[in-house]
């Protein structure tokens, strides 16, 4: 059901305190008249009086901007859609990454600071959001739902030391051809901007693949470093065991992946040349996150100026401005005041 508002154009501060001052002008006109016509030092009309009050509270009622609410399922999007990658290998729930400041937070932390600054940074683009460990899954399919790309990000869950068969870092690549190839098809004219975010670290025997075959389908993209060169040691991760607040990752204290040569704890390194070299590889940029640096300025400079209209299934609310029919009716009072003065003009020659 369609509601009436008011949504000051200016601002309620701007707005409101114009339309006070238009306000006051018109009790200030109302009152000067009567003040004149008792004294008999006006020849002002009524009519005028009347005409000239009108003015200023049509004048004042607009500045407030009248408006009606509607729900609505469509959304203006720009033609920008951003895949997200993150790594979530046991070497993510390393304490050796920095996001902004001096404090050592686990990388898997960083990783998801990093993703809640890219949705900030294209507040009406789409996303789809991509983990890869053992290999790549596509968690959130393309969407302009921001907020559930943040969602995907708090959750996300690292993989247990059970499963874990080493990183590889050219696990996300089926996965990521598959996404951004099916969002090629869909809007060939949109702008696709990938962000993979890793520590970089390649402790598989087989060789890497490239990821130069997504070159054709990308406009732009970023590998992100987290985590440190100097390493950390890697905590023993549980089946199911979310890594955002502790230290070490697991709810036992002080148990670590062991070495098997050393029989010591392993140490893991963030590897900046593998993440550089993907970088090459898909025309795109490196950056390392640390004590200055984030991803709130690392935006794509690729990004669409087209728009498109789409539909959504969150129904969201649209504040249309009316104004136009009293601008009709000042446009009328104007009129009506020029055609009296050149009346009163013509009367005193």
């Not at 018109?26 to 009309?45: H, L, N, P, Y």
């Not at 895949?83 to 998801?112: F, H």
């Not at 901007?193 to 070159?215: A, N, P, W």
């Amino acid at each position: 059901m369609n509601g009436f508002t008011f949504s000051p154009a200016l601002g309620w501060v701007a707005g409101g305190l114009l339309a006070g001052v238009l306000a006051v002008l018109a009790v200030a006109e109302i009152m000067q008249f009567a003040r004149r016509r008792k004294a008999g030092a006006s020849d002002e009309t009524i009519a005028a009086c009347v005409r000239r009050t009108l003015m200023m509270l049509v004048a004042a009622v607009m500045v407030l901007t009248p408006s009606v609410v509607a729900p609505t399922t469509s959304r203006a999007i720009n033609a920008t859609d951003v895949i997200l990658a993150v790594d979530v290998t046991g070497s993510m729930a390393v304490t050796d990454a920095r996001y902004g400041s001096g404090e050592a937070i686990s990388r898997i932390d960083a990783a998801r600071k990093a993703v809640h600054d890219v949705t900030k940074s294209y507040p009406d683009a789409s996303f789809a959001a991509i983990r890869f460990g053992a290999s790549g899954t596509l968690d959130v399919p393309l969407t302009p739902d921001a907020p559930a790309i943040d969602n995907w990000a708090d959750t996300l869950t690292l993989e247990s030391t059970s499963v874990s068969a080493g990183s590889s870092l050219d696990a996300p690549i089926d996965q990521l051809l598959i996404t951004a190839k099916s969002i090629r098809e869909a809007h060939p004219d949109d702008a696709i901007v990938l962000y993979l975010i890793s520590d970089g670290e390649q402790t598989s025997d087989k060789t890497r693949r490239t990821f130069s075959s997504l070159r054709r389908y990308l406009d732009d993209g970023f590998t992100i470093g987290v985590g440190s060169t100097e390493g950390g040691k890697i905590p023993a991760i549980a089946d199911g065991v979310n890594t955002g607040g502790s230290a070490t990752g697991s709810d036992t204290a002080d148990q670590w992946i062991l070495d098997p040569d050393t029989g010591e704890p392993g140490v893991s390194k963030m590897d900046e040349k593998n993440l550089k070299d993907i970088a090459d590889e898909i025309s795109g940029t490196y950056v390392k996150l640390g004590d200055s640096q984030t991803l709130a300025d690392a935006v794509s400079s690729k990004v669409s100026d087209q728009w498109r209209v789409t539909s959504t299934v969150k129904e969201r609310t649209r504040t249309t401005p009316v104004v136009w029919p009293l601008a009709i009716v000042l446009a009328l009072l104007l009129a009506w005041e020029l055609g009296a003065w050149i009346v009163t003009s013509r009367r005193l020659l």
